[in-house]
């Protein structure tokens, strides 16, 4: 299988020539450090999104080089292939949420957690304004009507399958809505297509990681219509939104390898949790920067809220991610903690 091209680096502008502008200068993320010294390796995320701050982060700060590591981050515009990826040994590692790998693992394609990089939501729901409008909805409407607003709607996902599918159809169901029949969900692809979606008005909402809708509201083009960074919806308290996955056999074959990567990664969390969003926002511009300043330091805020100081995922955030997928029919049974999460990296 060939390695799955990805397109990193986005730049939002404005409307349709957004995405357009952004082929052409995502290619950032897919340039390694030189050094020959390094071991090469491959990671995968779905999406370019501030979900993702511990890769970057650990990039532009070197902390992979410090391990001893030459990344290779992959963008598989949406869950699934940044999965399928590890699993057929064409990358080391996902940068994944238990929603998209748990499934995976109840059929039988056996992987593990060895670190939590977020364990709350970072998935919000943005409402393109005249909807909103129409639909007399604010931020600060009850969760009840904003989920019962989502009724009739055309509603922006990455693709079926991925977080942001499973959690609009979660929240429909949550509203006593049928999801195949009470609005219509697409998928649009990786979160700059998303994103201009909403702003050219295509769809009446999106589902999308942090800062992407954001960017958008900012605009004045829509409204955050769930904040889940925040907690609005009691339903998601925690989750198991990012976490560092790999496959039992890369473990057992490559323990120094699952060290040096958790080691930078952990180094990246540090640097959240220790700085205001301010001088989070910095060594992120290379990739993030067209955001404008204020927009990406409001979603590096959001995004540290977020971020394991740990590195475990609790049982509790494992049942509530297990509640989404169950509810979904997208696992018929429960696992175990100890069957899908292995801590003994974080132990050094």
Partial sequence: MAKIQGIPRRSFLTGTAATLALAGTMRFNRT????TTLQKITVTQAVTSLAFIQNYLARELGYFKDEGLDVEIVVTNGGGPDVQAVISGDAAFTINDGAQVLP????????????ATLDKNLINVSMEKETAERLGLTPDSPIEDKLAGLKGLKIGITRPGSLTWQLARFNLAKAGLNPDTDATIVGLGGGPAVAAALENKDVDAIYISVPLGERVVHAGKAITLIDNSSG??????????EGLWTTPEYMKGNPETCQAMVNALRKASRFVLEN???TISEPLKPVFGALGDEVLEIGAGMVKEAVSASGQFSEETLDVTQNVLLLNKSIAGSVALDDVFDGQFLKS
């Fill in 32 to 35: 390694a450090f030189a050094a």
């Fill in 104 to 115: 995976a693992f109840v059929r039988g394609l056996d992987m593990r957690c060895i670190m």
């Fill in 232 to 241: 609005q919806d009691p339903n998601l308290p925690s989750f198991m939104m």
């Fill in 276 to 278: 205001d969003p301010k």
